[in-house]
């Protein structure tokens, strides 16, 4: 099993940037694909972005793709997403999670384990 745990949410102007971190806890994140979701108020859980064992595939949504970069650093055992260029419908609870499958799956109902999530508030 593995822990998750989220920092570096906040509130930031639109067209500025924000990094999040995922830190892992227990089993290695390496040994999982790790992925980054969302969540707004009243909303469902939206895929962001997911990132492969070694780190060498991505896969972002669309809405994402250009402006923000997930990376992992296996030595930290943690996953980060750096959200550039922010807009206001960016707002929302940013979740990590974890998939013993190799496909960079965007289903959340396929990641196993899960953290608390952290807020980030883009305002206009």
């Known amino acids: 099993q593995v822990q998750l745990v989220e920092s570096g949410g906040g509130l930031v102007q639109a067209g500025g940037s924000q990094r999040l971190s995922c830190a892992a806890s227990?089993?290695?994140?390496?040994?999982?694909?790790m992925a980054w979701f969302r969540q707004a108020p009243g909303k469902e859980r939206d895929f962001v972005a997911a990132?492969?064992?070694?780190?060498?595939?991505?896969n972002y949504a669309d809405s994402v793709k250009g402006r923000f970069t997930i990376s992992n650093d296996n030595a930290k055992n943690t996953v980060y997403l750096q959200m550039n260029s922010l807009k206001p419908e960016d707002t929302a609870v940013y979740l990590c999670?974890?998939?013993?499958?190799?496909?960079?799956?965007?289903?959340?109902?396929?990641?196993?384990?899960w953290g608390q999530g952290t807020q980030v508030t883009v305002s206009s």
């Open positions: 990132i492969s064992r070694t780190g060498s595939r991505t």
């Open positions: 999670a974890a998939t013993s499958l190799s496909a960079l799956t965007r289903v959340p109902t396929l990641y196993n384990y």
């Open positions: 227990g089993r290695a994140a390496s040994s999982y694909v």
